[in-house]
T-cell receptor, first 114, second 117 residues
């Protein structure tokens, strides 16, 4: 089945540690995205990538880093520089060509900093 | 600046009745797309319906329809014959051509829908 997988589903981290969230898609989509969602709020864009080896900052990129070495994979690293990293993180992908293609989302990773 | 506003934090609807979730948007770009997503308690986002700014007719997908009023910049979601499984958060979103080729989507704060048996 085609889709997006994120792992792990729950992640706990100690303050000062970097942590990497995984996102893999087998939809053959060129574009991939990372969003952050805080309780009771909408999604905010962290980073997005339209093609392999290229990515752009979103609205809240500070304290995060990404890589796009493969079309299928778009891992997100939450660094110790992110002051308030506890949140729900969603990865998404979409086809390109038509900018209004809908985004397909993964199940999300809930990160808690202890 | 682009903006999405959902003014209803929570809505209640009786099972089998219709409900309208409000969404207003702001953009100066004539070309844009509007989306609605559903987020159940599990957390994943499920795409429901899409409306393009140049589409002449309102979009429909099964029990979902989008009441698109371009002059008023509103894109309300109508759910007909509500079911208990419709209880979830609903997000309105917009993407326009000004955002680097249309790949940046902005989301509203969401409306939580409760369907009563």
């Amino acid at each position: 089945d085609g889709g997006i997988t994120q792992s792990p589903k729950y992640l706990f981290r100690k303050e000062g540690q970097n942590v990497t969230l995984s996102c893999e898609q087998n939809l053959n989509h060129d574009a991939m995205y990372w969003y952050r969602q805080d309780p009771g709020q909408g999604l905010r864009l962290i980073y997005y990538s339209q093609i392999v080896n290229d990515f752009q900052k979103g609205d809240i990129a500070e304290g995060y880093s990404v890589s796009r070495e493969k079309k299928e994979s778009f891992p997100l690293t939450v660094t110790s520089a992110q002051k308030n990293p506890t949140a729900f993180y969603l990865c998404a992908s979409s086809a390109t060509g038509n900018p209004y293609n809908e985004q397909f989302f993964g199940p999300g990773t809930r990160l808690t900093v202890l | 600046a682009q903006k999405i506003t959902q003014t209803q934090p929570g809505m209640f609807v009786q099972e089998k009745e219709a409900v309208t979730l409000d969404c207003t948007y702001d953009t100066s770009d004539p070309s844009y797309g509007l989306f609605w997503y559903k987020q159940p308690s599990s957390g994943e986002m499920i795409f429901l319906i899409y409306q393009g700014s140049y589409d002449q007719q309102n979009a429909t997908e099964g029990r979902y329809s989008l009441n698109f009023q371009k002059a008023r910049k509103s894109a309300n979601l109508v759910i007909s014959a509500s079911q208990l499984g419709d209880s979830a958060m609903y997000f309105c979103a917009m993407r326009d051509d000004r955002n680097t080729g249309g790949f940046k989507t902005i989301f509203g704060a969401g409306t939580r829908l409760f369907v009563k048996a």
